[in-house]
């Protein structure tokens, strides 16, 4: 589609930046108050609605602003030349030990398509002895979506420096040969196609998308 200078990453990103801040704000008051709280039915899929696209807009973003650092040895991996004003909105109920927690950079690659046509249960004997029940799941805690938001979060505070991990982090696949060096699901971007997502957010992610996708896909040169 199109390739994105500096010039327009001054624009573009602040932009981006501003509307994961609300999203962040927005998921942090479903969430409430209490890590460790059993959520109430429905109030972790309405988190995770806003939250996947909110990821997703963070690591094409990231991707955006990164150093080329593909031809260059992980260990020498040099500093970002974008110095985009980072978002200044945070929420004093998400703080906790950070030592552990990480955003994550990768997404899953889209499933094949599902095999059509008869399905064979088995060629010789008696069939296999059914499954047992799965173990009924355990109910969903604000714990581990409060920790994606800590992450998320921490990419809003300094862009820059995720950036930087993340140009390291496609180095490291690119020196392995990767069949898929910039991890991200530019297909089926996460939660994208979702009816009622804020529009603002739409928006911006299938921009940063598309720019993303030119700069993963574009010729050398």
Known sequence: MFPLDDQDMEIVAPEGWARLDR??????????????????????????AILKPAEALARRLLYLLAPDLISVSPAK???SS????????????LRRDTRKILFRLTE???????PTGPRIRYLDGPPAPPKPPARPSAPPTAAKLR??????????????HHAKRLARFLARRAAKGSPRPV????????????????????????????????KAHAPPG
Request: charged share 20%; aromatic share 6%; net charge negative.
């Open 23 to 48: 999203v962040v704000l927005m998921a942090v008051d479903l969430l409430g108050p209490v890590a460790d709280a059993i959520l109430p039915k429905g109030v972790a899929a309405k988190i995770l």
């Open 77 to 79: 991996a040099g500093a």
């Open 82 to 93: 974008s110095s985009v004003p980072a978002p200044t909105a945070r929420d004093p109920g």
């Open 108 to 114: 899953p690659a889209s499933r094949g398509p599902k």
């Open 147 to 160: 920790d994606r938001l800590i992450a998320l979060s921490m990419v809003l505070g300094n862009p820059d």
């Open 183 to 214: 991890p991200f699901n530019f297909a089926y971007v996460p939660r994208l196609a979702r009816h009622g997502l804020e529009e603002d957010l739409r928006d911006a992610l299938e921009f940063t998308n598309a720019a993303a996708h030119y």
